[in-house]
């Protein structure tokens, strides 16, 4: 497929910069697979549009204040992303600029002292801590990662230390949220629960692939880099029972249903797994984990649009975001959901 194929006009006043008062007071759009429509819902339905003994997998990892302002020897500003760590005193790290960032270049982040001393071929910087650890600076002056479509990302308020988290993140590692989770509330989890609906966690840390942009002509030319998962035995039991009792499996977000589809073994039953997800959906490929997903709005010409369009087809998809276009639903991180039967 040309990356072309999938692209949108989205008007810029409908990318959310806020979250919405209340989380499940998000909007919901209903797409059904097996009539090509869709129909408008508030979030707070959801309970109301599932099944009892539907089983809902849902990534709790948790976004680390992974960015850090640093100034070189010259005063000016460089932006670090740290996203993977090599040992307590080095990380990886996206900067920007990257002038600003060779090889061999001091930092410092107040008094904290920091020395680039790596580069990899694709671009991320190895950055050292001179006077103690990765994790104490991130602690002490990270904050929350915002995606740069919002325009306070550099400058997170107190707001988003709490609603740019699922409220049921634990584990921390990511660099973005895992955003279809950020609607749910504890009441509204229990009320799914209630419902006779399952409710099942699994880990997959959100790395820099979700930044990066594809810039191949064909969608299938694109890398996308692999993420670390951690999917407990009982939470690949749960699921295989479900798919042999003819029960739905819901992955909620794209990452969930990234590393279900990554754990499907040869034959055909999601395995336990401790590693990385390295499997890039993309139209054609044949879901064998997720029979339905609730995910966010995406990106135009994104790899996480890549797989919903392999979920729901590229038109029922487009279609679908026109429709959402018209009718003033809100985009991206912070903004309405969808729900694909």
């Known amino acids: 497929m040309e990356l072309s194929e999938l692209d949108y006009e989205l008007p ?10 209340a989380r499940d007071a998000s909007r919901l759009l209903v797409i059904d697979r097996a009539r090509g429509g869709f129909e408008d819902h508030g979030f707070a339905a959801l309970p109301d549009l599932l099944r009892p003994g539907d089983c809902l997998v849902v990534n709790n990892s948790r976004v680390i204040p992974a960015r850090v302002l640093a100034r070189d020897a010259g005063g000016r500003e460089v932006e670090l992303l740290f996203f993977e760590a090599i040992d307590p005193r080095r990380w990886r790290a996206l900067t920007r600029p990257g002038r600003r960032s060779r090889v061999g270049v001091e930092l410092a982040v107040g008094d904290a002292r920091l020395r680039v001393v790596g580069a990899d071929a694709d671009g991320p910087r190895v950055v050292e801590r001179l006077d103690g650890s990765i994790d104490e600076l991130l602690r002490e002056r990270g904050v929350p990662p915002l995606p740069p479509y919002i325009a306070r990302f550099a400058a997170p308020t107190a707001e988003d230390l709490e609603r740019y988290q699922t409220v049921y993140a634990r584990p921390p590692g990511s660099i973005a949220a895992p955003t279809a989770g950020l609607h749910f509330t504890p009441t509204l989890l229990d009320c799914i629960r209630r419902r006779g609906v399952e409710v099942h966690e699994l880990t997959l840390h959100v790395g820099p692939g979700t930044f990066r942009p594809i810039k191949a002509a064909r969608i299938e030319d694109h890398t996308l880099p692999p993420e670390r998962i951690a999917i407990p035995s009982s939470v690949a039991d749960a699921v295989n029972q479900a ?9 909620i977000g794209t990452t969930t249903a990234r590393a279900l589809e990554s754990a499907v073994g040869a034959d055909g039953r999601v395995r336990a797994l401790d590693g990385e997800a390295r499997l890039y959906i993309t139209p054609g490929h044949a879901f064998r984990a997720v029979d339905a997903l609730l995910t966010n709005f995406h990106l135009p010409r994104s790899s996480l649009l890549v797989l919903v369009a392999a979920f729901a087809g590229r038109e029922l998809i487009l ?6 276009v018209r009718a003033g639903y809100r985009f991206y991180s912070y903004g309405d959901a969808t729900l694909i039967l």
């Open 12 to 21: 810029p006043e409908l990318i959310a910069q806020t979250p919405t008062p």
């Open 243 to 251: 798919r042999a009792e003819g029960r739905r499996v819901i992955a």
């Open 319 to 324: 279609k679908s975001y026109g429709h959402a």
